[in-house]
């Protein structure tokens, strides 16, 4: 289970997620474990521009991207990044 910010809990496995890019440390690693298997690709990276590109490759026109984290490990930067690359 992992603990949502609030009251209650979610369980990973009740979302599909098809592909997840884990970033930071030792919370990462614990995330993208939890996230790993059931037709889901994983990828656990220190910083986000190390994962921008594999995750661009994966994205089509079309999908979703939720960015969930805090600007503290720069995730606004992967969405700016993205947006440019795309031009958006």
């Given at each position: 289970?992992?603990?949502?910010?609030?009251?209650?809990?979610?369980?990973?496995?009740?979302?599909?997620?098809?592909?997840t890019v884990a970033v930071g440390g030792e919370g990462a690693k614990a995330m993208a474990?939890?996230?790993?298997?059931?037709e889901r690709e994983v990828l656990c990276v220190p910083r986000w521009i190390e994962g921008a590109e594999w995750l661009e490759d994966k994205l089509r026109s079309g999908d979703g991207l939720l960015v969930k984290g805090?600007?503290?490990?720069?995730?606004d930067g992967l969405v700016a990044w993205l947006r440019a690359r795309r031009g958006l």
């Open positions: 289970m992992c603990q949502a910010h609030h009251p209650g809990t979610i369980s990973v496995h009740d979302v599909y997620l098809g592909r474990e939890a996230f790993r298997g059931r805090s600007r503290g490990i720069g995730l």
